[in-house]
DNA sequence: CCTGCATCCCGTAGCTACTACGGGTTCAAG
DNA sequence: CTTGAACCCGTAGTAGCTACGGGATGCAGG
């Protein structure tokens, strides 16, 4: 069981906000994730703030923010430092981006879908697919 | 110009293609372009062949085809090879990966959309995104 | 022929965001 | 005190390129 005053370990720490172990370190090494104190023995020991951090950080991270706007936007979210109008900017640039990314899947998906359905899957000499491929331009 | 005789430049081929000059050389080196002839210097001395099978690539990667997709086209695409049902499978396997990121993706943008939209972008005690961000679950 | 400069050569390292490996140490339950 | 799970760290690998740098080559003009 869990001993509060020993602190939560990097494994309770994974379990209790569904990250990788092995990500929490690495996101301790690009100082995403302070180094926290540890142990006699040189293990990790954690706390709550660490948890809050962490699940912050995943759910940023869920949502497509890549690590430099995670890291502003933790900054930005430290007291008597939030400034809404930053995270607005960050969150609507990554909103931008993400409605790009949409349209230009949105236009891949139609391509693909009209040169999927064309295909019989019988030994044709002619397949649509491979000549949509190998048309010019 | 272009002196067909001396075969095509990598830097050409790079323009016919639109594909980066340092990527061609990649594809080379993960077997992907084959490794062309070169002039008594060492320069690559490329033939219509290759600008074709380039042009190929370059649309397959276009669609999101992975590298190793874009391999068994590659294979399949070759005379007497043709499987129109491989090339079929190969193709409807990432339309639906296609798809199912973009189903990810539409959900996200409503969640950011509808936070971005709450954001006064005022210095208020509460931020709406920085919220979310810190809620668990 | 020769100069000058664009192009090309190659190997290596860097990018994003992790994930995996492996040999050794520590923790905690029984 | 034993034992096995958990943890330590450094390194390397993943996809798919892109960038860098110092040197060699190609080609057009003079």
Chains 1, 2 share one sequence.
Do not use: W
């Amino acid at each position: 069981m869990v001993t509060a005053s020993r602190g939560i370990s990097i494994g309770q720490l994974a379990k209790a906000t569904g990250v990788n172990l092995e990500t929490i370190r690495y996101y301790e090494s690009i100082r995403l994730m302070p180094p926290p104190p540890r142990t006699r023995g040189g293990h990790r020991a954690y706390d709550r703030t660490h948890v809050q951090r962490l699940a912050f950080i995943r759910h940023a991270r869920e949502l497509g923010f890549g690590i430099e706007d995670v890291r502003a936007l933790l900054r930005l979210a430290e007291p008597d430092r939030r400034s809404c109008a930053e995270v607005r900017d960050i969150a609507s640039a990554h909103l931008a981006a993400v409605r790009a990314k949409l349209t230009h899947l949105v236009a891949l998906e139609r391509i693909l879908d009209g040169t999927v359905e064309r295909c019989s899957g019988e030994q044709v000499p002619i397949c649509p697919i491979l000549d949509m491929l190998g048309r010019p331009s």
